[in-house]
């Protein structure tokens, strides 16, 4: 059949093309399932204090272990999920485990949750209110991750997101900082209290002298508006070497840690004796 096409060449690209798109539909079929099969799971990884090196908080981070295809990084199904909706009771799910894992910490360390666009549109702020009342979890101790193209559909409506969010009293950070488009306005309109350094940046400040300055101006942007700012992405001593020089507030990344399934977090957490995490109100829950 392929020769009456001519070469051929039509007729192997079409079906590659009907192949990509065919286990998109499948991944977007099998999500389905994996929400309800316990095939997503929460990974943590650490965020330290850059000068005391204690430990501030977690990033939740997700994962699928697809029963056939094994681990597949959210790189390549949080799309989808975004794509078909099922963001929304994928969002809640991770939600709800982040805080209530958080809440079973013996320290009162922050718990840093992604949350995707499409959630912003669909009743938030009441959302989260629920969850950590149903958790029990101080609001204080949960962190949401914007990134920039979450709030550049509606801007009126994102600002009015997170303004219910801190009313609720948690934390907002901007994530991926500086790989969005209009990233210095989106910072002068929304109150973000904490500024995440995208990692492209920080793993190039060593080879890279632009890359270097841009961190340090971020830095430098961070102290001007009082807003702290996170590095992520640190994986040598000379990246946090560089970091700590420049007065960057805290770090993350393989250098510290991998993300690690919860009960290995656990663990380190209730080994991790005498010391306190940083903040006003860390030691509400410690007795
Ligand atoms: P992100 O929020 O910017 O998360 C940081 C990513 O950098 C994570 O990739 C993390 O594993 C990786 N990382 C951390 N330290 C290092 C390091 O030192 N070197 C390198 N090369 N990478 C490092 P991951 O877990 O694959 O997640 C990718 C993205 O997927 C996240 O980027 C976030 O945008 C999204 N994501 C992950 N979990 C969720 C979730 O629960 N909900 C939503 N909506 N998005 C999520
Ligand atoms: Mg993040
Ligand atoms: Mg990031
Ligand atoms: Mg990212």
Redesign the pocket.
């Known amino acids: 059949r392929a020769k009456s096409l001519g070469r051929g060449k039509i007729c192997t690209y079409e079906p590659s093309m009907d192949e990509a798109s065919r286990v998109r539909a499948e991944l977007a079929i099998d999500l389905k399932r994996a929400l309800a099969g316990n095939e997503l799971e ?2 943590y ?1 650490v965020q330290n204090d850059t000068n005391t090196g204690g430990i501030v908080g977690f ?4 994962r699928w272990n697809h029963p056939q295809k094994g681990r597949i ?3 390549a199904f ?1 799309p989808i999920a975004e794509e078909t909706g099922l ?1 929304i009771d994928i ?1 809640d799910w ?1 939600m709800r485990t982040a805080c209530t894992a958080a809440a079973l910490w013996r320290l009162p360390f922050k718990v840093a ?4 666009p499409m959630q912003l549109n669909h009743d938030l702020p009441r959302r989260v209110a629920e969850i950590l009342n149903e958790t029990g979890l101080q609001p204080s101790r949960l962190e949401i ?1 914007l ?1 920039e193209s979450g709030i550049i559909a509606d801007r009126q409506h994102a600002l009015q997101v997170v303004l219910a969010l801190k009313a609720i009293g948690v934390t907002v950070a901007m ?2 900082f500086g790989t969005g488009y209009s990233s210095l306005s989106t910072l002068q309109a929304f109150p973000f209290d904490k500024i ?1 350094v995208d ?1 492209s940046f920080v ?1 190039a400040v060593g080879t890279s002298v632009h890359a270097a300055a841009i961190v340090k101006a971020t830095l430098l942007l961070g102290r001007s508006l009082n807003i702290p700012v996170l590095a ?4 040598t001593t000379s990246h946090l070497d560089f970091l700590r020089g420049e007065g960057c507030d805290s770090v ?4 510290f840690g991998r ?1 690690m399934p919860v009960d290995v977090v656990t663990r380190m957490i209730d080994d991790e004796k005498g010391s306190r995490p940083q903040g006003a109100d860390a030691h509400n829950e410690l007795t």
């Open positions: 929460l990974y990884q990033e939740a981070l997700i990084p959210p790189d949080i963001i969002g991770v949750v992604n949350v995707a991750e990134t994530d991926d995440k990692k793993q992520e992405g640190v994986e993350q990344g393989y250098l993300p």
